[in-house]
Nanobody, 127 residues
Framework: QVQLVESGGGLVQAGGSLRLSCAAS????????MGWFRQAPGKEREFVAR????????TYADSVKGRFSISRDNAKNTVYLQMNSLKPEDTAVYYC????????????????????WGQGTQVTVSS
C-alpha cells in the first residue's frame, strides 16, 4: 500500500506562484507514473499533469501548458508541481495520484487510471 501526502497549497495573488509537493511512502515509488489532478467546487476532477516513471515524459492539460511544470525526485520519493502565472480559475483542491502502470496503454487523463491518491491541498488564487 502506498500513501501520498500533498503540501504547499495556500492563498496567492493572481500572477503569483506556488510549488506543491507530494511525498510518497513505500519502496517502489520509481515504479509509478505520477499525476496531478484538481477539483473546484461543483466541478469534476480535472487532469492537470502527468510524469513518467523515470521523469523523461511529461503531459499537461491545455489549460496549464506553459505555466505549470511537473517534476520528480525518485531518491526522495517526491513529485512536485511548480505553478506560475496563477489565475483565479486555477483555484481548486489539488491531488497527487500514483499509477502502478498495470496496463500498456493507460488512459492518462482519467482518474480511474490511478491507484493511490493523496488527501489534497487547497490552492486559492485571488484577483
Amino acid at each position: 500500500q502506498v500513501q501520498l501526502v500533498e503540501s504547499g497549497g495556500g492563498l496567492v495573488q493572481a500572477g503569483g506562484s506556488l510549488r506543491l509537493s507530494c511525498a510518497a511512502s513505500g519502496r517502489t515509488f520509481s515504479s509509478y507514473a505520477m499525476g496531478w489532478f484538481r477539483q473546484a467546487p461543483g466541478k469534476e476532477r480535472e487532469f492537470v499533469a502527468r510524469i513518467s516513471r523515470s521523469g523523461s515524459i511529461t503531459t499537461y492539460a491545455d489549460s496549464v501548458k506553459g505555466r505549470f511544470s511537473i517534476s520528480r525526485d525518485n531518491a526522495k520519493n517526491t513529485v512536485y508541481l511548480q505553478m506560475n502565472s496563477l489565475k483565479p480559475e486555477d483555484t481548486a483542491v489539488y491531488y497527487c495520484a500514483a499509477d502502478r502502470m498495470t496496463t500498456v496503454v493507460p488512459a492518462t487523463t482519467s482518474p480511474r487510471t490511478y491507484d493511490y491518491w493523496g488527501q489534497g491541498t487547497q490552492v486559492t488564487v485571488s484577483s
